[in-house]
Antibody, heavy 122, light 112 residues
Framework: QVQLVESGGGVVQPGRSLRLSCAASGFIFSSYVIYWVRQAPGKGLEWVATISHDGRNKYYADSVKGRLTISRDNSKNTLYLQMNSLRAEDTAVYYC???????????????WGQGTTVTVSS | NFMLTQPHSLSESPGKTVTISCTRSSGSIASNYVHWFQQRPGSSPTTVIYENNQRPSGVPRRFSGSIDSSSNSASLTISGLKTEDEADYYCQSYDNTNRNWVFGGGTKLTVL
């Protein structure tokens, strides 16, 4: 079945780095726009980053620009989020999600992973 | 960037109808599709309405969506409320100018 599975979360000190992964299965990964969306404890959903189906175009929320980098390896059906210079405010559950449309974005997020938790604390 | 504003919380009784609003702060609500997500505690979000008024397969007909240009807002209406509808609901749209994807702050729906 269509599935996204995140991994790589954990506890990390402020200023350190972490890389999240999102493994896709059950669909043609290379045809879809993919998102990272996060949710801080007790808070709402926050869009983090978007990557085009071919990886050429990337978009970031202002809050993460210059520190977080989205990438994908279509040969491995995997999405990544490289997180550098982490701050306490980056503490959240990170979800990857697929766009409903192909190959462009616009149809909303129709498949979500279960999320991976990142805690930034000394 | 524009903002999407939702009521923080709503409460209604089983069997009743509730409408959750999502007001766009600038630019036309009709400029970009609005999508609605349901999130139950401890679970990932799921889509209940996409492209303003489309229901994914498996979502009951009790869920409907619309947009209103006069109030520059989108609405999610749930009729015949059930206790299982108790959840957080988020609207989401796209900002062409800044190439940002925008979520509303979420509405906590209580059914009791």
């Amino acid at each position: 079945q269509v599935q996204l599975v995140e991994s790589g979360g954990g506890v990390v000190q402020p200023g350190r780095s972490l890389r999240l992964s999102c493994a896709a299965s059950g669909f043609i990964f290379s045809s879809y726009v993919i998102y990272w969306v996060r949710q801080a404890p007790g808070k709402g959903l926050e869009w983090v980053a978007t990557i085009s189906h071919d990886g050429r175009n990337k978009y970031y929320a202002d809050s993460v620009k210059g520190r977080l980098t989205i990438s994908r390896d279509n040969s491995k059906n995997t999405l990544y989020l490289q997180m550098n210079s982490l701050r306490a405010e980056d503490t959240a559950v990170y979800y990857c999600a697929r766009d409903r449309w192909t190959p462009e974005a616009g149809g909303g997020m129709d498949v979500w992973g279960q999320g991976t938790t990142v805690t930034v604390s000394s | 960037n524009f903002m999407l504003t939702q009521p923080h919380s709503l409460s209604e009784s089983p069997g009743k109808t509730v409408t959750i609003s999502c007001t766009r702060s600038s630019g036309s609500i009709a400029s970009n599709y609005v999508h609605w997500f349901q999130q139950r505690p401890g679970s990932s979000p799921t889509t209940v309405i996409y492209e303003n008024n489309q229901r994914p397969s498996g979502v009951p007909r009790r869920f409907s969506g619309s947009i209103d240009s006069s109030s520059n807002s989108a609405s999610l209406t749930i009729s015949g409320l059930k206790t299982e509808d108790e959840a957080d609901y988020y609207c989401q749209s796209y900002d062409n100018t800044n190439r940002n994807w925008v979520f509303g702050g979420g509405t906590k729906l209580t059914v009791l």
